[in-house]
């Protein structure tokens, strides 16, 4: 399997709050909520960047679609790492992410790797990572 990863879908509790805090709180554009004249149909794509899009989509839904028993999420599942070209660029971003209405479970904080990061979790409890990593360049 070649990797080819062009969405990454996220089970929501309540699209719609889900959509302001990711539209409204952190900025991602978005056309919105489509697919609502399908049953289990409700869907909100955001662009990330070029060949990748962040889907948003009710837990119960995905659940539906994906023939498996809606179970306990828990948030160390996995993260969402979203890297970042400073320690100043962290610190805003966590900023944005708090005032969106997200929990920082992690205030951004200088790394044992020599990098800076933080957590906060979106209000279905996903986990991000903001991170600047000096080892890395970014493609802008």
Request: proline letters at 5%; charged letters at 25%; hydrophobic letters at 40%.
């Amino acid at each position: 399997m070649k990797p080819r990863i062009s969405v990454i879908t996220l089970g929501v509790n309540d699209l719609e709050k889900a959509l302001k805090f990711y539209r409204d709180g952190l900025g991602f554009p978005t056309e919105g909520i489509v697919g609502q004249e399908f049953e289990h149909g409700a869907v909100a794509f955001f662009d990330l960047q070029p060949g990748l899009k962040l889907a948003i989509w009710n837990r119960k839904d995905l659940a539906h679609e994906a023939k498996v028993v809606l179970a306990a999420s828990s948030p160390a599942e996995f993260t969402l790492g979203h890297n970042v070209g400073s320690k100043e660029e962290v610190d805003q971003v966590m900023e944005q992410a708090e005032k969106a209405g997200a929990t920082i479970t992690d205030p951004a904080h200088d790394t044992f790797w020599g990098g800076y990061s933080g957590h906060f979790q979106d209000p279905d409890g996903h986990l991000w990572e903001v991170v600047w990593n000096p080892a890395w360049e970014l493609e802008e």
